[in-house]
């Protein structure tokens, strides 16, 4: 009999569960698997493999270069750049802030557990080898010397690649950080100045001169004016020129022009003061004039001009007598200052020189020159009026017709007033 019905034959003889179970081992009874009892451990052994071999990938990975980082530092302080991401709470493009033309150094952090042989970097397509690389550099960190742009502005480094030596091939490293990095080149401090100052009793005028980046960000300039740390009136920057009226006499104002400006120089959008001047109004001129002839006050109806031009003082006295000798006596307070000049003069005996009448054959020419500042009108000879033309250099003539002359009298125009005078008699 066969293993198999004896084993079924005895088996159903035994009615007993424990019975049945003692047999079992006696008789070394196995089950056999079916595949959903195998399937667990044949996809635990394809885990492991796949394990394995994504690790297998990781360490070939791990094995390459990988660019990790790019910082600039100043090359002077020998210590990273400011960052005002980091320390001024500021949004900013930046990444650094230099000044143009400055000499700087680029750090390049690489892993390299394999140590492999950097042979060159490339920047800004500027291709630098490995014996360009600066002292310090090793396997992990590469430093390049860099000077920044001449200009102020924004300056953008990207890495257009990093190579390195594997064997006898050459191959381009893996990235893993930024490439790009921004570096601010600051401007200059602005700066403004005030020219030609004209200061009066009651104004103050002045012309300003100022450099690109204050024209750029003129909208935010305002020179404003003060007075005991009072501002009384301001203007925006918008023209060259600048008066401020209806001031005091005597009284100290100070000038003040400010600026919103962002220089690139890691301090951010701030207000700067651009010039701080203290101007002071003159008091008003006051003067007494008082004219001697031989030793008595002459009569005061005369007719009397003041002049002032930058600042200097004159008086024009006119109706005086030709040819006579004045002592004058001239008191004046200027600034809160009292003065006193005293001086004589001598009066002209004329206002024209060199009269001369000429007999022609049909006519009288008339010639004769003027002192300065003088204008001649007419000619009235006879009760006519005889027009008169100028050879310049103060030099006049004129055609009269032929008749009997008794007096020629001049019309003429000195400082404002006009004039007539006898110049010739028969």
């Keep these: 009999m066969k293993l198999k019905d004896l084993k079924k034959t005895y088996l159903n003889e035994v009615s007993n569960k424990e019975e049945l179970k003692n047999i079992k081992n006696q008789i070394n009874l196995k089950k056999r698997l079916h595949f959903g009892q195998i399937f667990p451990y044949i996809f635990s052994t394809i885990s492991v493999i796949v394990i394995v071999i994504l690790l297998c990938i990781i360490f070939i990975d791990t094995a390459k270069v990988t660019f990790l980082s790019l910082a600039a530092s100043s090359k002077v302080k020998q210590e990273m750049s400011l960052n005002v991401k980091e320390t001024n709470n500021q949004v900013t493009d930046f990444d ?18 394999d140590q492999y042989e950097i042979l060159s970097v490339e920047i800004n397509n500027i291709k630098f080898t490995s014996y360009q690389f600066d002292s310090g550099s090793d396997i992990d960190t590469i430093y390049l010397n860099y000077k920044c742009q001449d200009t102020s502005g924004v300056e953008k480094l990207y890495i257009n690649s990093i190579k ?42 002045f012309n300003i001169s100022y450099t690109d980046l204050i024209k750029y960000s003129s909208n935010s300039v305002v020179i404003s004016l003060y007075e005991e740390n009072i501002k009384i ?14 001031l005091k006499p ?3 104002y100070l000038i003040v022009i400010t600026g919103n400006f962002d220089l690139l120089d890691g301090l951010g959008l701030r207000n700067i003061t651009l010039t701080n001047k203290e101007i002071t109004t003159p008091l008003p001129f006051t003067y007494s004039l008082d004219i001697y002839s031989n030793g008595l006050v002459i009569n005061t109806d005369y007719d009397l001009s003041l002049i002032l031009n930058n600042n200097d003082y004159g008086k024009q006295v006119f109706g005086l007598e030709a040819d006579t000798t004045y002592n004058i006596s001239l008191k004046y307070n200027y600034n809160g200052e009292d003065y006193l000049t005293d001086l004589t003069i001598k009066t002209k005996d004329s206002n024209f020189l060199n009269v001369e009448l000429t007999k022609l054959t049909e006519s009288y020419l ?21 027009e008169v033309t100028s050879n310049g250099d103060l030099a006049y003539y004129a055609y009269i017709a032929n008749s009997i002359i008794g007096e020629i009298i001049i019309n003429y125009e000195l400082w404002g007033g006009n004039y007539e005078e006898i110049i010739y008699q028969t």
């Design 164 to 205: 390195y030596i594997d064997g006898t091939n050459i191959k381009e490293c893996v990235y893993a950080g930024s490439r790009e990095v921004s570096l601010a080149i600051a401007y200059p401090s602005p700066s403004i100045e005030l020219l030609n100052i004209t200061k009066n009793p009651n104004s103050i005028s």
């Design 366 to 386: 008339f010639k004769f020159n003027t002192l300065p500042n003088i204008k001649v009108n007419y000619l009235m000879v006879n009760s006519e009026r005889i």
């Design 250 to 252: 005597g009284t100290s």
């Design 233 to 246: 009136k301001d203007y925006y920057l918008d023209n060259t020129s600048y008066l401020f009226n209806d």
């Design 96 to 113: 650094y802030y230099f000044t143009p033309d400055e000499e700087i150094v680029l750090s390049i952090e690489l892993a390299n557990p």
